[in-house]
Structure formats: C-alpha cells, structure tokens
T-cell receptor
Framework: DTGVSQNPRHKITKRGQNVTFRCDPI?????LYWYRQTLGQGPEFLTY????????KSRLLSDRFSAERPKGSFSTLEIQRTEQGDSAMYLC???????????FGQGTRLTVV | KQEVTQIPAALSVPEGENLVLNCSFT??????LQWFRQDPGKGLTSLLL?????REQTSGRLNASLDKSSGRSTLYIAASQPGDSATYLC??????????????FGTGTLLAVQP
C-alpha cells in the first residue's frame, strides 16, 4: 500500500476555468476528507465522506465546489469557474472508522492566474 | 468553535538540543489528538496519535502528551537533527457539532535545526 495518492500534484489554470482533482485513499479506508491549505495557515476542513456518502460539508465549500466518491473508493473534487482566491493546496486524507489516525496525501497545488 | 493555537510560531535551535512545541485548544470535548509534520510544499506526515484515554505517546525521539481538561498538548523532540526541520501541526479530533470526527488545525510551529 503506497498511502494516499493525489493527482495532479500541481495545476495552473486560468480564472474562470473548471478543474478536477483526484484522491485515491488507502485501500479499505472508509473515511475520506478534503482539506484546503493556504500559505502560512493550517489545513481547513472542506468535506467528509463515509464510504460513498458525503456526510458533511464546510461553509467554506461554496456552490462552485463539488465532491464525489462513487463506489466508496477514489474521490474527486471539482471547482467550477475558478477564482484567484481558490489558489491553495488541496489535501486529501483517509482513515478507518474504527481507527482514528488520519493519513494525508501529498496534496494538489492549485494556482489560478 | 474549536480554536487551536501553537506556540512558538517559529523556532530556530542548534543541532542536538531538546525542544518542546506547545499546542492549546479551546474545546476539550475531543476524541483524540494527532501531531503532524509538513515539509515545504508537501503533504502532512502523521507523527503521533494520542487517543483520549491516553496521556502520552512515544515514537523514537518524539514524545507527545495530552491534557484534555486543560486543553493542552506538547510535543517533545529529543536530540534535534537538521532533518527535523519542518512545520509541526497539531490537530485535535472532534465532531464539533458536525456529522463526523474531523481534525481542526492550528497554524503550526516552523522549526529550523541548524547544523
């Protein structure tokens, strides 16, 4: 098992374009989280999945953001009509329901120009 | 609302020193607390998890303690090395009125260990 995998590692996009990120959690981890981290800050919670169900969304997640986890395996985070304020590191984490330790991926660095 | 504060914000020490990083949190109704390190431009690496029934956890040169009642955790690093240079983040786990056990982060302590 190679841990939590995120793709792409870096993404540069023009303002107004749509982008999609992918997260592959550690196999058999049923909990999956998305976080966003801006420069000099700690990660902020965006959303949570238990298996395929999205059970919680932060107020940070505007209508331009959507996340899915079909079949309870990998997850995607899409940002529509990107804005410069969306520039950040997007981090994915996974864990077992029975085991609280969370494991993070290497993140996707988004730059909106 | 859970708020996490980490002190100091930055720390520079010579190699070999023992050091303590502090984390405080306002909501003591947490399940667990996890310490991470983050290298520049990278993701988070889990260092230690302290479950709510535990008071401390050790891994190699690292020792973390947890006092839920006072809302504090400390990370002790023994015999620091240049490879320890990174940002250290603490994250209490809690539901915080939501549907799940999630982590809330502070802004971290940026550690530089000078050779």
């Amino acid at each position: 098992d190679t841990g939590v995998s995120q793709n792409p590692r870096h993404k540069i996009t023009k303002r107004g374009q749509n982008v999609t990120f992918r997260c592959d959690p550690i196999s058999e981890h049923n909990r999956l989280y998305w976080y966003r981290q801006t420069l000099g800050q700690g990660p902020e919670f965006l959303t949570y999945f238990q298996n395929e169900a999205q059970l919680e969304k932060s107020r940070l997640l505007s209508d331009r953001f959507s996340a899915e986890r079909p079949k309870g395996s990998f997850s995607t985070l899409e940002i529509q009509r990107t804005e410069q304020g969306d520039s950040a590191m997007y981090l994915c984490a996974s864990s077992f329901t029975q085991g609280p330790e969370a494991f993070f991926g290497q993140g996707t660095r988004l730059t909106v120009v | 609302k859970q708020e996490v504060t980490q002190i100091p914000a930055a720390l520079s020490v010579p190699e070999g020193e023992n050091l303590v990083l502090n984390c405080s949190f306002t909501d003591s109704a947490i399940y667990n607390l996890q310490w991470f390190r983050q290298d520049p431009g990278k993701g988070l690496t889990s260092l230690l998890l302290i479950q709510s029934s535990q008071r401390e956890q050790t891994s190699g040169r690292l020792n973390a303690s947890l006092d839920k009642s006072s809302g504090r955790s400390t990370l002790y690093i023994a015999a620091s090395q240049p490879g320890d240079s990174a940002t250290y983040l603490c994250a209490p786990h809690g539901s915080y009125g939501g549907a799940t056990n999630k982590l809330i982060f502070g802004t971290g302590t940026l550690l530089a260990v000078q050779p």
